[in-house]
Each structure stands twice: as C-alpha cells, then as structure tokens.
C-alpha cells in the first residue's frame, strides 16, 4: 500500500498545476489607469507615444505577424498608413478640445474565465465624451486578457463591426452563450 501511494504522489506531482486564481476583480485599478493613460497621451503626446502605448497594452498587437503589413484598427485590418491617418485625426481632435474625455466608468464583470488566451474578462465600460460641445456616452465592451506566463494584462475593446473571422482569430474558444451585442 505504501509503495502504491509513494507511486501516485510521485505520478501526480509530474503535471503541472494549471488551475489560475481569476485575478480580473483585484485589477480596476489598473484598467483604469490604462484608459487614462491612453487619453493623456492622445492630448499630450504624439504617435510615436501612441503606437508604443498599443504595443504594450492593445491585444490585437499579438496578431500583427499574421497579417503582416496590417494594423488592426478596432473593427479591421488596415495599412499602417491608414492607421496612422485615424489616430492622428483622433489626436488632432482631442488636442483641439474637439472631442474631451470627461472620464470613464467599469461595470461589474459580464464574464471572467481561463480560455486559450489567457485569463479573458469581458468588462462593460462607459466612456462619456464632450464631442463640439454636446456629451456622448458610449457604452461598449472591454475585454481584457491576462498572460498567464507573464501576468501582463492587454485590452480588446469591442465592436458590433468587427467580423466574426476576426473575433475568432483573437478568441477561438469564446464562450458562445455570452453575448457581447449589446451592453447590459
């Protein structure tokens, strides 16, 4: 009996341990600063700041060497001279006091679980704009993914618009009964 418990402490202890702790409730913290700090560079920084700020924190970023040549813009994949042409639209607005971040509210999780990605926590996030003058609320998706190697965390934010080609290739083994159409 003895050699039989010593065989399967032995066997057992040769897996790898693959159950995570969900670390997404303990983080707000940090996706916040994310979302403030991707809008003090838009107002005071330049594209250079930008793209180094998307290649740190935007997820899509992981796909550009399967589509080379091509920036994923939230919605499509496009020339990085077309990306280029957006953002600084965007950043010429914002520097303009044309469009005004008046700040950004997190929701409580929609849905928190271990996927081929990563940790995946699908967060509702309500950015309110000033845009010439009149405030624009915007409700939408987050998804933020967590590197379970170097517990790094990215962010997806979600489109209606982007195709279902696409949203596979970032989440393969997306759970099918979570519905991220509308915001709840």
């Not at 899509?60 to 020339?79: D, I, N």
Request: proline fraction near 4%.
């Amino acid at each position: 009996m003895k050699k039989i418990f010593i065989f399967l402490v032995s066997f057992i202890s040769c897996f790898p341990v693959y159950a995570q702790e969900l670390q997404c409730s303990k983080n707000y913290p940090l996706f916040e600063k994310m979302m403030e700090d991707k809008m003090m560079i838009m107002k005071n920084g330049n594209f250079e700041e930008v793209s180094r700020f998307k290649d740190k924190y935007a997820y899509s970023t992981l796909f550009e060497s399967k589509h080379l040549g091509k920036m994923f813009t939230g919605v499509k994949w496009v020339s990085p001279e077309e990306y280029a042409d957006r953002v600084k639209r965007v950043m010429d607005d914002v520097k303009s006091g044309f469009i005004v971040d008046d700040g950004n509210k997190l929701f409580p999780i929609k849905y928190n679980g271990i996927l081929s990605a990563g940790e995946v926590c699908v967060i509702p996030v309500e950015a309110r704009f000033i845009i010439n003058g009149k405030e624009k609320l915007d409700r939408k998706y987050t998804i933020y993914v967590r590197n379970l190697k170097t517990n790094e965390w990215r962010a997806f934010i979600y489109s209606d618009y982007i195709s279902k080609d696409d949203f596979n290739e970032f989440f393969p083994d997306f759970p099918k009964n979570i519905d991220l159409s509308k915001v709840d």
